[in-house]
């Protein structure tokens, strides 16, 4: 086997998939061979959507002359794992970025990023490792993001929040916005569900529901 420049999408359940076609197409205009594939532990198939699928330890195994690889894994203490696995083994991290993401400017964004289609970020932001923003989100001017942290499809996240790390904010949420030197904060491994309407801070390890948003009574 020949050694090539080898990309990976690891896992390929829902999120993996629906990004394949984001490095297929960021991909397209190397003129060395390369390889694009998926990693999973649980290979669901040898192949899927036309991706060979292989377990970790046998992408390591073929010769290479670099590895890159996304962490496609919604579950951020499961990303986090994963992210230091690659670490130790040399590999790199390769954003993928939809082709019609708009950025504007000032924006500082970690390795590793997920930006789906349609995705916004507007200026003057800070989004730390292995950000994950599903379809439609944006964040807009003077936020702050932290490590891990994952949106799901149509978060609208406004001016001047703190995000903490490993936050995860469900389809739809709106987060009001902070003021300048008093943000909204997120607290670290907060959940916000969908459809939340967050007007105040979310303390840390909290789930939040509902208009407007309050903790999630259980049982
Ligand atoms: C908030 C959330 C994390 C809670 O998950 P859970 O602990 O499995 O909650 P359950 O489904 O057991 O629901 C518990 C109760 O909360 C209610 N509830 C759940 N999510 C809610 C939400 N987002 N808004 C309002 N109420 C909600 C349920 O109706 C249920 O109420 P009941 O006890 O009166 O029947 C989850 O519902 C959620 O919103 N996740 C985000 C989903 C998402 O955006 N996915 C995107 C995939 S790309």
Redesign the pocket.
Known sequence: MMAVKRYAIFGAS?CGRGVMPLARQQLAHLTEPYELVFVDDNPPAPTCNGHAVWTYAEWLAQPATSRHINIAI?NSPVREKLVQRCEADGVQFLELRAANVVQLDEVHLGEGAILCPFVTLTSNIRIGRHFHA?LYSYVEHDCVIGDFVTF??GVMCNGNIVIEDHAYI??GAVIKQGKPGEPLVIGRGA?V????VVTKSVPPGA?V??NPAKP?QKG
């Not at 569900?193 to 939340?196: D, E, H, I, L, R």
Request: glycine residues 32%.
């Open positions: 829902g919604a599903n799901a499809p469900g389809t959940t569900g969908m459809g939340a789930t529901v509902g999630m």
